[in-house]
């Protein structure tokens, strides 16, 4: 078993990557590696995870300085990416995914992009490794979900959202 299919560099957001895990099943059910150097050769620092029901929406919420890798080990979810990098080409632009443990994949998000995740599944697991401590909600940036500059088509119209996301503002004029 390999650890990886394919390694891909965005094509919308600079240094953003998407990698395609090899899994292995036998009876027993299955086996796949969440990280590798070959993925993205940064010192992460604290793992975390969400587990959301159906419909709960987290985010756009982002830093200056926090590189992440992101995964969905449970459920189905839906992953948004939006650069907010000052001096970035692609400042602005977004990515979507569909991340799925039937389909895994995992995705590093460069520090100064923001994301958000949707669960489309009834538990959904996010995993995210981080490359420097959270130091509070305080010391990032948030982004209204629904931002139509932003143009993300979620998968569902009326999300769950927390105080935080909703109190959000458009991205325009934000840099991190």
């Not at 932003?150 to 927390?162: D, R, Y």
């Amino acid at each position: 078993m390999k650890i990886v299919k394919q390694i891909q560099e965005s094509k919308k957001i600079e240094d953003l990557k998407i990698i395609t895990l090899d899994t292995f099943q036998d009876y027993r059910g299955e086996i796949w590696t969440v990280y590798s150097k070959e993925f993205a050769d940064v010192n992460f620092v604290a793992d975390k995870i969400t587990i959301s029901r159906f419909g709960v929406l987290r985010g756009f919420h982002g830093d200056s300085h926090t590189a992440k890798l992101i995964t969905c080990v449970s459920g189905q979810m839906q992953l948004a990416v939006v650069d907010l990098r000052e001096n970035s080409q692609t400042y602005g632009s977004v990515e979507t995914f569909i991340i799925s443990d039937n389909e895994p994949k995992v995705v590093f998000v460069p520090a100064g992009c923001a994301n958000a995740h949707l669960s489309l599944s009834d538990k959904c697991v996010f995993y995210y490794k981080w490359s420097k401590p959270y130091g509070g909600s305080h010391n990032q940036t948030t982004i209204v979900w629904n931002d139509p500059e932003l143009g993300v088509k979620w998968a569902i119209e009326n999300p769950i959202l927390s105080e935080r996301d909703r109190a959000a503002k458009p991205h325009q004029g934000i840099y991190l």
